[in-house]
Structures are given as C-alpha cells and as structure tokens.
C-alpha cells in the first residue's frame, strides 16, 4: 500500500509516519506534502496513491482545495485538529475522519476499513456479486449452472462443474473443491448451490456436504444406520449420510433422481 502524508506541521508528520509503522509495517510513504501549492504539484507529477492521509488546515489554505484541482480518485483518511469539516470531508471520498492527537488503535481501524472498502469494491469482488446477482434470479427457463467465477488471489479463475469433486462447509465457510484437490472459498450457501446445481449430478449428503457423484469413491455401513463416505479427493471432515438420507442416496447412486429436487424442478 502506497500512500502520501499532506500535513504542514513536522512534528505531526513524523508523528503519523510512527504510528504507520506499527499500524502497516508494510505501508510505504510515498511523500509529506506541506500546502495546497506543492500538493497540486505533486499530483501532477505522480501518479495517484493507494490511500492519502490529510490534515485539512495547511498554511496556504485548506487541502480541499488541491483535491477540487487534481480531480481525485484515491480514497482519503483526514487527520485533522477541528471537526467542523466532518460533513465536507466525507463528500471528498473520504474512508474516516481522525481528530488529533490520533491514536494508534483509531488508525488500524481506519487502515482496516479502507482495506474493507476496497476489497468490496474491488473488480474481483463486483464480478462475484454480479454473478450471485444472476444466480438468485428463478431457475425457470434457464439451464443449471455450469461453471463458477473463483477468486484466486487479485484473480477470477473460471472453474467448470466437471471439474467439481464436492462443496463443503467448515469453520462457517463455504469451499469449492475441484477433483484435483484444490480449494477455493465461495460465498454461496450451500441451500442455493443445492438450487444451482443438476441433481442427477450433485446430492447434497448433509448439512456440511453437497458432492459430485464421481468424488463418491465407496459407501461403508456405519452405526444407526447410517452410511460413511470415502470421497475422492479426500475430505478434511469425515463425511457421514444420516439414516433418513441413505435410502435416497443410494437410488441417486443408481441414477434414481431425487423426488424432492425433481418436484422443485417442475421435472
């Protein structure tokens, strides 16, 4: 993360520069800009930061007007000793507002919501929610989905349904994973992949478990009826089919659609 200091008073800026290093080791101080005239200049000999930090209140005049001038696109923090400029301030993509003396605890929060921010406005995360816009739409007159966008990093990474060993829940999240044994956090229930998916292809084995019928590598008895599943690639959780279930899973292994799903599906 880059960022630029516009502060007039160097016992603040240093100050500010301090409590960065322990708030973002990684954080990289691109600058300390003084006034309103070295801060037009700046901009127009750099490019704009990840994140700005500014005083409002500068020795020439006030920092608004170098963002009025530049036409501004990064995201501001403003450190400031007066706050009748609160209301100004979030109008100037403003993410907080600190008053001085700033503490250290106040600016890892802010820092966390600006990183809060942009991963929710990222282009990754707007294709993911475009994509659950589309899925919550009704299944009528539209086949079942085939593919699922995936972020992998700064990444989307498109993952086929063939390629799908099984869905699993664990630690309250949702992951994704792929007969090759990768695994990738997706921000679908489990309830709506059940609506998505193709039942002659997908049974959703229990409240943790919906699996591909090729990830299925054995079924073994086990206690109260029940039925123990060997699923390729392996499960980090033992994966378990209550009694009242096995029956309707063993006529899905043998190509029998569930009843449920097919009323649901109008089939």
């Not at 990474?157 to 695994?183: C, H, K, M, S």
Request: charged share 25%.
């Amino acid at each position: 993360m880059k960022l630029l200091l516009i502060e007039d008073e160097y016992p603040a800026a240093e100050r500010l520069q301090r409590l960065l290093r322990q708030a973002d080791p990684a954080a990289e101080v691109l600058g300390v800009v003084r006034s309103v005239a070295a801060g037009r200049q700046w901009f127009q000999d750099n490019p704009p930061p990840d994140l700005i930090l500014s005083d409002i209140q500068l020795a020439d005049g006030l920092s608004f007007e170098i963002f009025d001038h530049v036409g501004l696109t990064s995201p501001i923090i403003f450190t400031t000793s007066y706050d009748e400029y609160a209301i100004k301030a979030f109008r100037v993509r403003s993410v907080d507002y600190l008053l001085k003396p700033i503490k250290l605890t106040e600016l890892r929060a802010a820092l966390a919501k600006y990183h809060d921010l942009r991963a929710a406005f990222s282009p990754v995360a707007g294709s993911q929610r475009l994509e659950r816009l589309l899925d919550s739409l009704p299944l009528t007159g539209r086949p079942y989905k085939t593919r699922f966008l995936v972020a992998s990093g700064e990444q989307l990474l498109p993952i086929d349904v063939e390629q799908i060993a099984y869905f699993q829940t664990r630690n309250e999240l949702v992951y994704l994973v792929t007969r090759d044994g990768r695994r990738f956090v997706i921000d679908y229930p489990l309830e709506q992949l059940e609506r998505l998916l193709d039942p002659q292809q997908f049974f959703r084995a229990s409240r943790q478990l919906l699996t591909h019928l090729s990830a299925v590598h054995r079924l073994h008895p086990y206690f109260n009826g029940k039925l123990k599943l060997d699923l390729h690639p392996e499960s980090a959780e033992e994966a378990l089919i209550s009694r009242d279930k096995a029956g309707a899973f063993k006529a899905w292994l043998e190509g029998e659609l569930p009843v449920a799903k097919a009323v649901r599906s109008g089939l």
